[in-house]
């Protein structure tokens, strides 16, 4: 009962699966330059991390809408409350994270050593960084914890999801589906016009991608009771596979057509329910978002020091040495997990419980 209770609600089994392989994919991206053979001139795969990204943002929409679509259109949760509870679950870790990579920054800069890509921890911009402001278009650079950009551009999502899932889910299925697709192809359209695809927009204006995507997936949201209805789990999990294989052989040249087709992936693995939970997949869900907000920071750190060893070390330890990097962004994310966000989320937990307790006493008393 557990599995199929968070299937529908776009949760768990496969979709956590998937939410991890993105996370994983990530960090390949970003240190994909530090590798001893950059793995851009490997394969142009590596080139197209962007659309990891862009399957977040998707996939946002998608488990938002699944997850708490029914309250919001009934009104139970109104937009101020859907808003804190998003912001009170992410923003507490990203803030820690840029604390302590400020701490880093200014270290290296007061014994006189130079940080990692420097022109990017610029201090005139750090408090939009904090804020989550760097992608609202106010010309705050991309920089310091920089996969942030993505959480500054979904918090506009957030705002705006309540108003647009409320039409979304009063709408037909199909009228839903085709405002999602109008707004992606607007959007896809706006880019070309500059010559750029969604993916190319700066990183400044970064909300001008995410939010097409993000209503594209909570469109798709209201295709699961007829997905469900098309096929046997079984079926549906083939499906999805080969539409997410369509998807990543779309890579080497990616376009719209890929993002829909992710879009479809998403939809089809979202409906099947597990007969049993997947541990192993709730698991590695349970980290994606910690090593997505960390991996940047510890990244920093583990090559800083490969750098300064690795030249002293026989040359067959370079891909190693490498690959060493994941383990460390690894053990970074449970750490963070373990031993910041867990109790950092335990403690508001409590003085929101307080709060509400005060809040109730005056109703009580009278």
């Known amino acids: 009962m557990g599995s199929t209770v968070e299937a529908r609600n776009g949760r768990g089994g496969p979709l956590d699966a998937m939410r991890f392989i993105a996370a994983a994919f990530i960090v390949v991206y970003h240190y994909a330059t530090d590798a001893p053979v950059p793995l851009g001139e490997l394969s142009p795969v590596f080139q197209s991390g962007w659309l990891a990204t862009d399957f977040f943002l998707m996939l946002s929409g998608y488990v ?3 997850a ?22 992410l923003w507490p870790a990203h803030a820690v994270m840029l604390v302590v990579l400020a701490v880093m920054v200014a270290a290296a800069r007061l014994s006189g050593a130079s940080a990692g890509h420097s022109a990017s921890y610029d201090w005139q911009w750090f ?27 979904l918090v506009v999502c957030y705002a705006l999801f309540p108003v647009l899932w409320r039409r979304l889910a009063a709408a ?25 695809r969604l993916a190319d927009l700066p990183l400044q204006i970064g909300v001008l991608r995410a939010v097409p995507l993000f209503l594209f997936g909570a469109a798709i949201a209201r295709l699961g009771p007829v997905v469900e209805a098309f096929a046997s789990s079984a079926q549906r999990a ?21 993002l829909i087709l992710i879009g479809a992936g998403i939809a089809v693995i979202g409906s099947i329910a597990p007969k049993r939970p997947w541990v192993w997949a709730e698991k590695a869900a349970a980290v994606s978002f910690p090593l997505f907000i960390t991996h940047f920071v ?18 067959w330890t370079a891909w190693p040495l490498w690959a060493g990097g994941f383990v460390f962004a690894l053990v970074c994310a449970l750490a963070f997990v373990r031993f910041v966000d867990r109790p950092l989320q335990a403690m508001l ?18």
């Not at 997410?244 to 779309?250: F, N, P, T």
């Not at 510890?298 to 040359?315: K, M, N």
């Open 172 to 196: 037909s299925r199909l009228t839903a589906m085709t405002v999602g697709l109008l707004v992606l192809f607007s959007a896809a359209a706006l880019a070309a016009a500059a010559h750029l």
């Open 298 to 315: 510890s990244g920093e750190v583990y090559f800083r020091i490969v750098r300064a060893v690795g030249p002293r070390l026989p040359g």
């Open 349 to 366: 937990g409590k003085l929101l419980d307080r709060r509400r307790q005060r809040t109730l006493r005056p109703a009580h008393a009278a």
């Open 68 to 89: 708490y679509g029914e309250r919001v259109a009934s009104g139970l949760m109104s937009t101020p409350q859907f808003v804190g509870k998003r912001v009170l679950k």
């Open 127 to 153: 408090p939009a960084h904090l804020l989550w402001l760097q992608a609202w278009g106010l010309g705050a650079p991309p920089g310091w914890n920089m996969p942030t950009w993505s959480l500054s551009a």
């Open 238 to 258: 083939w499906l999805g596979a080969a539409v997410l294989a369509a998807a990543g052989a779309s890579f080497i040249e990616p376009s719209v057509g890929a």
């Open 64 to 66: 938002l809408a699944r």
